[in-house]
């Protein structure tokens, strides 16, 4: 009986610690993603779909993101022909959060919701997520625009290029179900 309540203590303890490491870690808020969905779709957020992660999704996902993603599925809402992809990175450490609307297979906005470090702003500027309204993917899931990098964030803007690459792709393979 004690070996079995110090097991559990132990145990309790652990997973308290894990959530308060990984409380700091997140991405968006849950606020800023529910204020986005809410200015997207004007109030009337439709109930979430989910797109499960079948070993093509994931090579797909894995071939732009350049890094293994553990998920088994992402979270998507969608009414009529616009997507909206909320997709999270990690730049140089720091978690970073983008909410991408695509409509018939072209991005119609991207807004960055979350992002750290000195960074941040420069991504987060409307000058610079501007660029990639009206962007497609092309058959090697490239933008088929460029986009103009920011002197000294060079990283951060190769990762929202490729969550906005990702979103395209998602949206092509939901689309395929």
Partial sequence: MGKKIKYLIRAAAFLMCL????????????SSKDDFLEKIFQGSVPTPNYIWLTPAVRQRMESILIHDYKGLRIKYWRENEQAVWILDDVV?????????????????MVEILSA?????????????TAQFENA??????????????ISGATISVNTVSRLAQLALALDSFQKMK
């Fill in 116 to 128: 750290q470090g000195r960074w941040g702003s420069l991504v987060k500027n409307e000058n610079f």
């Fill in 136 to 149: 497609a993917s092309d058959e090697n899931n490239r933008l088929t625009q460029s986009i103009d990098g």
């Fill in 19 to 30: 959530a308060v490491i990984t409380s700091g870690i997140g991405y968006a808020d849950e």
């Fill in 92 to 108: 140089k450490g720091k978690p970073v959060s983008a909410g991408i609307v695509v409509s018939q297979g072209k991005i119609k």
